[in-house]
C-alpha cells in the first residue's frame, strides 16, 4: 500500500502544478476548483496554528517592549519527495555526533589548542578561547576523558567538584545541546561540470552530505512541526478523497497510518524534554538557594527576534509542567547587568552575603573577577534601593523576606543569541564570563560552541581524530573493533570534501578550487546565515594563498566543496509587503482609510526551480560520566530558488518545506 501512495503522490504533485501552469487544463483528479480549496485549506490551518513571525517592534510608556503586525511565514504548497533511507542514515549519522562532540570537549585542553593557529586571524574566536581558560583553567589534567573513571564521585555538588576553587571542571557539568545537523542530497561524489548542473531536475539523488552541526544557531524547529502538520493535513483530505485503492475504513485507516509516519515531526516533544531534564537534575545536583520554586529558566534573544511565534510555543509548553522560562534580550541582560541584578551567588556566601558585596558602592560588576557560584536575577523594583550604586542594606535586612520574592536562581541559559561578533562588545563579553562561571547549565557552552565550528568538521575527515573520539560511547565505555568500524564507515557517507586553505599540503586542491570557484565554498568558524564566500569571491580570497605574508589568514576559513541536488519544481507562498494605496485591486474592500495607508502582507505564490536542505534537530545532555538523554526529535526543511547560494529563512531566501518519505 504504501508504494501506491508514494507514485498517487506523484499524480497529486502533477496535478497541483498544472493549476498554476496550465490554466485550461484538465486534471485526471483534482478538479481546478478543488485545488483552490486545498490552497484555501492550507492557508486557514497555518492561521489556526499561528503559524507566524512579527514584522515590527515598540517600547511602549511603562518601557516594555512590544511585537507587533505578524504576518505568515514562507512556506511550499507541498512537500518534497526524500528517500526513506538517506533520512535514516542522517538520523544513525546524527545520534553519533553526541559521544563524538563530548569526548572532545572532555579533552578540553586538545579543543582549544586546535583554535590557536587562528585566533590571531578571527578575533571572535580569540574571546571564545580566552573565556574558556579564564573559567575551566588550563586543563592540563584533562587529557582525554574517554577512558578515565568519573573521579567526582565523593566531591560535594555544591563544590561542582572543581580541581580548584577558582574554576570549573567540565567534566563534571551538566553538558547540554539543543542542535541542529544540516543535510543536503548530492547527485554523486564527482565534482560536476556547469553543463551537467543545469539538467538534473528530477533525477534521483544517490547521497546525502552533512554541510554544518549547529550547537547554538537553532531556530524555526515549532514553525517546521506547524508545516508539516499542514501538509499531511491537505494530503489526507486529497487521498481520502481521491485516492484509488480505498475501498474500505481498513485501507482508509491504513493510508492515514502511512500518512502519520511520513511527516511525523515532534520537535516539541524532543525540546521540552530535555529542557524539563536539565532543570530537573540542577534542582537535584545544586541544592536551590531559595527553594525550588523560585528556580526558573532564561532564553537569551538578540533585539528585534522577531521569530517569537515559534519561541511561544516552547515557553507556554514549559508553563503547563510549572517551569518558569523567561525571555531576556541581549540588551535587557546587561541593563541587569549594570544594576547589579544578575549576579553570582559564590559557594561560602549567602544570600545576604552576596547582596551586601554586589550593592557596595564601590563594587563595579566589570571588574569582578568571577568563580563557580550560582546565578540569580534581582527583580526588585529600582525604587526598592536608595540608587543604582548603594543599596540600603538596613532596609534589605528589615524586609528580607519581601526582597526574596523576587530573586530568583537559573537553572537553564538557553542561548537563541550570541553566537555572531555582532551580538557581542567588550561588556557583553565579560557578562558571558559570568554565564560560563555558573552552574546553570549552558545550552551550550563555550566549548560545546567551539566543537559546532567548522574547523572540528573539517578535522573529524581525518580517520585518526575521527577514530579516538568515536572510539568512545556515551557512557565513557570503549566500544568493539566492529563497532568503531561500522560508525565510522556509516558517518563518512555523510561527509563532504573539506581542507584547511592555509596548508601547502592542500595546494592542488585550493588550485583547482581558483579555477573551477563555483565547486566550492569558503566558510568561516561562525554559526547562522550569511557568512559564506561563494564564486569569484572563493577565487579572490583563495589567492592570498599565494601571498606568504596573507596565507595564514585563510586559517579561519574552510574550503568546502559545493554539493549539487536535483532540482525541483516548488510553489514558494510568500507574503509580501504592499502599500495599501498602490494595491486597490486587492484591499478596495477595506473600509477604514486609516489601514489603507500601512502597508499589508499579501500572499504571492512563485512556481521555481529549487533545491532543499534537510535538518535533524538533536537534543542531547551529560552529566559527569553519564549520558542522560541522545535523542533525534524533529526535522527543518528549507527549500530555496537553485540560484541562491546563502540559505537564510528569516531573511526571505528561503521557504520552510516538509518532505514526503518514499520508499527509493
Known amino acids: 500500500m504504501e508504494r501506491k501512495v508514494d507514485e498517487f503522490?506523484?499524480?497529486?504533485?502533477?496535478?497541483?502544478?498544472?493549476?498554476?501552469?496550465?490554466?485550461?487544463?484538465?486534471?485526471?483528479?483534482?478538479?481546478?476548483?478543488?485545488?483552490k480549496s486545498l490552497i484555501k485549506d492550507m492557508i486557514a490551518f497555518l492561521n489556526a496554528e499561528s503559524y507566524y513571525i512579527f514584522t515590527n517592534s515598540y517600547k511602549n510608556e511603562y518601557n516594555i517592549d512590544f511585537l507587533y503586525n505578524p504576518k505568515l511565514f514562507s512556506f511550499t504548497l507541498l512537500p518534497h519527495r526524500l528517500d526513506k533511507k538517506l533520512l535514516e542514515l542522517c538520523k544513525y549519522s546524527t545520534l553519533l555526533y553526541s559521544e563524538i562532540f563530548d569526548n572532545m570537549v572532555c579533552d578540553l585542553s586538545y579543543l582549544l589548542s586546535i583554535f590557536e593557529n587562528i585566533k590571531e586571524h578571527d578575533f571572535f574566536v580569540k574571546k571564545i578561547l580566552e573565556v574558556c581558560k579564564k573559567v575551566y583553567g588550563d586543563n592540563s589534567d584533562n587529557s582525554n576523558n574517554s577512558n578515565n573513571s568519573n573521579n567526582s564521585n565523593n566531591s560535594n555538588n555544591s563544590n561542582n567538584s572543581s580541581n580548584s576553587n577558582n574554576f570549573r571542571n567540565i567534566k563534571d557539568d551538566i553538558r547540554c545541546v539543543i542542535g541542529r545537523s544540516d543535510y543536503m542530497t548530492n547527485?554523486?561524489?564527482?565534482?560536476?561540470?556547469?553543463?551537467?548542473?543545469?539538467?538534473?531536475?528530477?533525477?534521483?539523488?544517490?547521497?546525502?552530505?552533512?554541510?554544518?552541526?549547529?550547537?547554538?544557531?537553532?531556530?524555526?524547529?515549532?514553525?517546521?512541526?506547524?508545516?508539516?502538520?499542514?501538509?499531511?493535513?491537505?494530503?489526507?483530505?486529497?487521498?481520502?478523497?481521491?485516492?484509488?485503492?480505498?475501498?474500505?475504513?481498513?485501507?482508509?485507516?491504513?493510508?492515514?497510518?502511512?500518512?502519520?509516519?511520513?511527516?511525523?515531526?515532534?520537535?516539541?516533544?524532543?525540546?521540552?524534554?530535555?529542557?524539563?531534564?536539565?532543570?530537573?537534575?540542577?534542582?537535584?545536583?545544586?541544592?536551590?538557594?531559595?527553594?525550588?520554586?523560585?528556580?526558573?529558566?532564561?532564553?537569551?534573544?538578540?533585539?528585534?527576534?522577531?521569530?517569537?511565534?515559534?519561541?511561544?510555543?516552547?515557553?507556554?509548553?514549559?508553563?503547563?509542567?510549572?517551569?518558569?522560562?523567561?525571555?531576556?534580550t541581549i540588551n535587557e541582560i546587561k541593563l541587569l547587568f549594570e544594576r547589579k541584578k544578575l549576579f553570582l551567588n559564590?559557594?561560602?556566601?549567602?544570600?545576604?552575603?552576596?547582596?551586601?558585596?554586589?550593592?557596595?558602592?564601590?563594587?563595579?560588576?566589570?571588574?569582578?573577577?568571577?568563580?563557580?557560584?550560582?546565578?540569580?536575577?534581582?527583580?526588585?523594583?529600582?525604587?526598592?534601593?536608595?540608587?543604582?550604586?548603594?543599596?540600603?542594606?538596613?532596609?534589605?535586612?528589615?524586609?528580607?523576606?519581601?526582597?526574596?520574592?523576587?530573586?530568583?536562581?537559573?537553572?537553564?541559559?538557553?542561548?537563541?543569541?550570541?553566537?555572531?561578533?555582532?551580538?557581542?562588545?567588550?561588556?557583553?563579553?565579560?557578562?558571558?564570563?559570568?554565564?560560563?562561571?555558573?552552574?546553570?547549565?549552558?545550552?551550550?557552552?563555550?566549548?560545546?560552541?567551539?566543537?559546532?565550528?567548522?574547523?572540528?568538521?573539517?578535522?573529524?575527515?581525518d580517520n585518526d581524530i575521527l577514530k579516538k573520539y568515536i572510539s568512545w560511547n556515551l557512557n565513557k565505555e570503549k566500544k568493539s573493533d566492529e563497532q568503531i568500524t561500522k560508525d565510522m564507515t556509516l558517518l563518512k557517507k555523510t561527509f563532504a570534501l573539506q581542507v584547511d586553505p592555509s596548508q601547502n599540503i592542500n595546494a592542488h586542491i585550493i588550485q583547482d578550487a581558483i579555477n573551477n570557484e563555483n565547486n566550492y565554498l569558503l566558510k568561516p568558524q561562525r554559526e547562522g546565515g550569511k557568512n559564506n564566500l561563494h564564486g569569484n569571491q572563493v577565487k579572490q580570497k583563495l589567492m592570498l594563498f599565494y601571498d606568504n605574508n596573507k596565507k595564514q589568514t585563510l586559517s579561519h576559513y574552510v574550503l568546502m566543496q559545493r554539493l549539487f541536488p536535483s532540482t525541483f519544481t516548488a510553489i514558494h507562498c510568500r507574503t509580501q509587503e504592499i502599500k495599501n494605496e498602490t494595491c486597490t485591486t486587492n484591499i478596495s474592500n477595506i473600509s477604514n482609510e486609516q489601514q489603507k495607508k500601512k502597508p499589508s502582507h499579501l500572499i504571492q505564490f512563485s512556481l521555481e526551480k529549487s533545491i532543499s536542505e534537510f535538518s535533524l534537530f538533536h537534543n542531547f545532555i551529560f552529566y559527569k560520566?553519564?549520558?542522560?538523554?541522545?535523542?533525534?526529535?524533529?526535522?527543518?526543511?528549507?527549500?530555496?530558488?537553485?540560484?541562491?547560494?546563502?540559505?537564510?529563512?528569516?531573511?526571505?531566501?528561503?521557504?520552510?518545506?516538509?518532505?514526503?518519505?518514499?520508499?527509493?
Open 346 to 461: 559564590y559557594k561560602d556566601e549567602t544570600l545576604i552575603d552576596s547582596l551586601k558585596r554586589i550593592k557596595n558602592k564601590e563594587y563595579n560588576p566589570y571588574n569582578e573577577i568571577f568563580k563557580p557560584g550560582k546565578l540569580l536575577i534581582d527583580l526588585n523594583d529600582i525604587e526598592d534601593i536608595l540608587n543604582v550604586n548603594c543599596i540600603n542594606i538596613d532596609y534589605i535586612l528589615k524586609n528580607i523576606n519581601k526582597y526574596e520574592r523576587n530573586i530568583f536562581e537559573i537553572s537553564v541559559l538557553y542561548f537563541r543569541a550570541l553566537y555572531t561578533p555582532d551580538h557581542f562588545n567588550e561588556n557583553i563579553w565579560k557578562i558571558r564570563e559570568m554565564f560560563e562561571f555558573s552552574d546553570a547549565v549552558k545550552i551550550p557552552s563555550l566549548p560545546y560552541q567551539l566543537v559546532g565550528s567548522k574547523k572540528i568538521q573539517m578535522l573529524l575527515l
Open 187 to 328: 547527485r554523486n561524489n564527482d565534482i560536476i561540470d556547469d553543463k551537467e548542473k543545469t539538467d538534473h531536475e528530477n533525477i534521483n539523488d544517490k547521497d546525502i552530505k552533512q554541510i554544518e552541526y549547529n550547537t547554538i544557531s537553532v531556530a524555526f524547529g515549532n514553525l517546521s512541526s506547524i508545516l508539516f502538520n499542514g501538509h499531511k493535513y491537505i494530503l489526507k483530505q486529497i487521498y481520502k478523497e481521491y485516492f484509488p485503492y480505498i475501498e474500505n475504513e481498513e485501507e482508509q485507516k491504513e493510508v492515514n497510518e502511512i500518512l502519520d509516519k511520513k511527516f511525523d515531526n515532534n520537535f516539541l516533544q524532543g525540546i521540552i524534554t530535555c529542557l524539563k531534564k536539565c532543570h530537573d537534575i540542577y534542582i537535584s545536583e545544586f541544592k536551590p538557594l531559595l527553594g525550588s520554586h523560585k528556580v526558573i529558566m532564561i532564553s537569551i534573544l538578540h533585539e528585534d527576534d522577531f521569530n517569537s511565534f515559534d519561541k511561544y510555543r516552547t515557553t507556554n509548553e514549559l508553563n503547563i509542567i510549572n517551569i518558569n522560562q523567561k525571555a531576556l
Open 9 to 35: 503522490y506523484k499524480v497529486i504533485e502533477k496535478e497541483v502544478l498544472n493549476y498554476f501552469t496550465c490554466r485550461n487544463g484538465k486534471n485526471e483528479y483534482l478538479s481546478y476548483e478543488r485545488i
Open 625 to 664: 560520566n553519564k549520558n542522560i538523554l541522545n535523542e533525534q526529535k524533529g526535522y527543518l526543511v528549507r527549500t530555496k530558488n537553485y540560484t541562491e547560494n546563502e540559505g537564510g529563512a528569516i531573511c526571505g531566501i528561503s521557504s520552510l518545506d516538509s518532505f514526503f518519505l518514499t520508499e527509493h
